[in-house]
Nanobody
């Protein structure tokens, strides 16, 4: 089972920035697409961003395009999510996710990923 440890969450005011990080225990980390999802109480976990195994292909939810940037470091088994110009509607618990082995390009589909961490809380106040 994949183990993912998210960090970097916190409380900021609207317009602020945060950088989330995820450390993965995957022995073959560089072979998997990685993604970020978020969830608020009472709602389904939603896609935020994803990146291919090489880092060459990225995809974003429309709500975060131009504000969030996903990146990865295959040498360190980490994936990051840089968030700028945060909005109150970005408030959620953010989860890192590992793409399933058949995923060759990053997708937005939650079932294409495995989750293995506790998430990190991001709170944006107006």
């Amino acid at each position: 089972q994949v183990q993912l440890v998210e960090s970097g969450g916190g409380s900021v005011q609207a317009g602020g920035s945060l950088r989330l990080s995820c450390a993965a225990s995957l022995r073959t980390f560089r072979a998997y697409a990685m993604g970020w999802f978020r969830q608020v109480p009472g709602k389904e976990r939603e896609f935020v961003a994803a990146i291919s195994w090489s880092g060459g292909v990225t995809t974003y939810a429309d709500s975060v395009k131009g504000r969030f940037t996903i990146s990865r470091d295959n040498a360190k088994n980490t994936v990051a999510l840089q968030m700028i110009n945060l909005k109150p509607e970005d408030t959620a618990v953010y989860y890192c996710a590992s793409g399933k082995p058949f995923i060759t390009i990053p997708t937005m589909t939650r079932d294409d990923y495995d989750f293995g961490g506790q998430g990190t809380q991001v709170t944006v106040s107006s």
